[in-house]
């Protein structure tokens, strides 16, 4: 339900911040992304990711909707390409990060298949996924940081 309810809500988000909704969406998700390592606010957290993801998506597509670089034809269709190819990107990532915590345990990767796929979490399990998504937040909180910065020493440099 929360993130149903960011998406119906970010159109609003966005109009109202308007040529902030870069800035904004980016500080958004990051405060997303720290309030999903505190346990309590998971839910919010997910309400907020989803709406500044889903502000930033909006930013994102009008940047590209504008692009001369690109057939018209094109544009939209290159946003959502570059954006499926990160997302595989990133799930290769996850799951590397899985086997390596499932391996650093002696373990073998049918174990994390075994672990992972239980329908009632034991404390190995609960574990292995709470070091997983703090590890996993953690590169995406990086990767947040490193874009915003560069994003506004580049500003700062035109």
């Known amino acids: 339900m929360p993130y149903v309810l960011g998406i119906v809500i970010a159109p609003i988000i966005g109009g109202l911040v308007?040529?902030?909704s870069k800035?904004?969406?980016l500080i958004g998700m990051t405060v997303g992304l720290i309030l999903v390592l505190i346990t309590p606010f998971f839910t919010s957290s997910v309400l907020i990711l989803s709406t500044f993801k889903s502000v930033f998506n909006g930013w994102l597509t009008e940047i590209y909707r504008h692009q001369d670089e690109l057939p018209k034809d094109k544009r939209i269709?290159?946003?959502y390409t570059i954006q499926s190819m990160g997302s595989i990107a990133h799930q290769f990532v996850l799951m590397i990060i899985?086997?390596?915590l499932v391996m650093?345990?002696?373990?073998?990767?049918?174990?994390?298949?075994?672990v992972t796929s239980q329908k009632i979490p034991t404390v190995e399990s609960?574990?292995?996924m709470t070091n997983w998504n703090g590890i996993a937040t953690g590169i995406l909180?990086?990767?947040?940081?490193?874009?915003g910065l560069g994003s506004a020493i580049k500003i700062n440099v035109k």
Do not use: D
């Not at 650093?104 to 075994?114: D, E, L």
């Not at 909180?141 to 874009?147: M, P, R």
């Open 77 to 79: 269709w290159v946003k």
């Open 141 to 147: 909180l990086i990767g947040l940081i490193v874009y």
């Open 126 to 128: 609960r574990t292995l």
């Open 23 to 25: 800035k904004i969406s």
């Open 98 to 100: 899985g086997s390596l």
């Open 18 to 20: 308007g040529k902030r």
């Open 104 to 114: 650093g345990n002696q373990s073998s990767v049918k174990t994390f298949f075994a």
